[in-house]
């Protein structure tokens, strides 16, 4: 049994050391956003962040997280507000499918979290690792640049990342 900290909530987990979090977050805790990609840590669709870090959770055990803090993009939307980067996303139409843009939604929070302002390469760097097989690139790294603006019109030039209506207390 390990106890594990996901979207600020403690849970008793009892599986396997090597169990992957991917499995852990869709199969024990019924946190489904986070998506099945392809198993290898390559498409970024499971991207969440452990201790405000982006990473596949297809790569990383349950043994791999203690006492580590987990988030995932459950935890973006509060009192039924979208996230910055989510409103973003619906505001232009990312999303075809819809199927990996959890993980590029968590892996554009990780690069706001450290560059409030990025500019095409820096966005491109990025979001290199995660894969949309319906090509909405362009629109992805629109949205990216219009939720650094609507952040730092909001917060004066600095990722707010106390503001409840941002980020609901998370440090990223």
Not at 27 to 39: P, R, S, W
Not at 66 to 80: F, M, P, W, Y
Not at 123 to 130: C, E, F, K, R, Y
């Amino acid at each position: 049994m390990q106890t594990i900290t996901v979207n600020k909530k403690q849970y008793q987990i009892e599986a396997e050391a090597d169990m992957p979090l991917l499995w852990i977050l869709r199969d024990h805790l019924k946190l489904t956003g986070t998506k099945f990609g392809c198993g290898n840590g390559l498409c970024g669709a499971c991207t969440v962040h452990v201790n405000d870090k982006a990473v596949r959770s297809c790569q990383i055990s349950l043994s791999d997280i203690d006492k580590q803090e987990v988030r995932t993009i459950e935890s973006l939307a509060t009192s039924g507000k979208l996230h910055i980067l989510q409103q973003a996303w619906q505001d232009i139409s990312v999303p075809q499918c819809g199927y990996c843009q959890s993980g590029q939604i968590m892996t554009a929070l990780a690069l706001l979290a450290q560059n409030p302002n990025p500019d095409n390469k820096a966005i491109d760097t990025a979001m290199s690792g995660n894969i949309c097989r319906c090509g909405t690139y362009s629109r992805i790294r629109q949205a990216i640049k219009n939720a650094a603006a609507s952040i730092n019109a909001s917060s004066n030039d600095s990722l707010d990342i106390e503001k409840p209506d941002q980020l609901d207390g998370w440090s990223v």
